[in-house]
């Protein structure tokens, strides 16, 4: 069954997973808590030197965090190579109701990212290439390109456990070069625990509307 469509407090739309009685991002703001979580805490982290930034995100998802990234790098003039791991794909008679593009006068963009093609690179414009792979994480080889920046944006350890496993998170930091950059709407414990010992140097930061906290880990 495919997930239906609420809209969050600030106005921006959200899906809800009927099995897993979970929504894609958060009811009090799903705008709000991708730019929160993921471009300020994330992307905008990256210092000027690295020079392209490579993005990984484990969950593309609605591709609004896809749609957040290309619209800062083009903003910023920084060169940017996305690459986005889905298993399952949203149909389009989905994504075509979501109202990210009406938000974010984005429209071209929105639809660009949903119909290339998948398994595929893109060069999409001067400042952002993109990739999106039909794969889960525990399918995923980094193919010697390490990645300055993972948005980990899995559905929760309660709903998802596998997920958040030592395996699962030992192939995303696998992944990752030196001082890249993990971000995540999860604080939970145990999750902090598993990056410690994989290496992470991980750190409580204040979340979006309706969290206290998120997370930001750095490869030492």
């Not at 990984?56 to 790098?73: C, P, Q």
Request: include cysteine; charged fraction near 20%; hydrophobic fraction near 40%.
């Amino acid at each position: 069954m495919e997930p239906r469509i609420i809209t969050t407090d600030d106005g921006s739309h959200s899906l809800y997973h009927t099995a897993l009685n979970e929504t894609y991002h958060s009811r009090h703001g799903a705008l709000t808590e991708s730019r929160h979580v993921f471009i300020e805490n994330g992307l905008a982290q990256v210092p000027p030197s690295v020079d392209p930034i490579r993005v990984l995100e484990v969950g593309f998802g609605t591709g609004l965090n896809a749609l957040l990234t290309w619209l800062y790098a083009r903003s910023s003039e920084r060169l940017v190579y996305y690459t986005g791991i889905e298993p399952f794909p949203l149909k389009a008679d989905t994504w075509r109701l979501l109202n990210y593009s009406t938000s974010l006068s984005a429209e071209r963009e929105f639809t660009t990212l949903h119909e290339a093609s998948w398994n595929e690179a893109h060069e999409l414009d001067a400042f952002f290439h993109f990739s999106k792979l039909s794969m889960g994480i525990e399918d995923f080889v980094a193919s010697g390109l390490l990645f300055d920046v993972v948005y980990y944006d899995a559905f929760a350890p309660e709903k998802q456990p596998a997920m958040w496993s030592s395996e699962a998170l030992g192939v995303t930091v696998g992944a990752m070069r030196q001082k890249g950059i993990l971000v995540t709407y999860c604080a939970k414990g145990q999750f902090r625990r598993t990056l410690r010992s994989l290496g992470m140097e991980v750190e409580a930061l204040p979340g979006p509307p309706g969290k206290r906290e998120m997370t930001r880990a750095r490869k030492t």
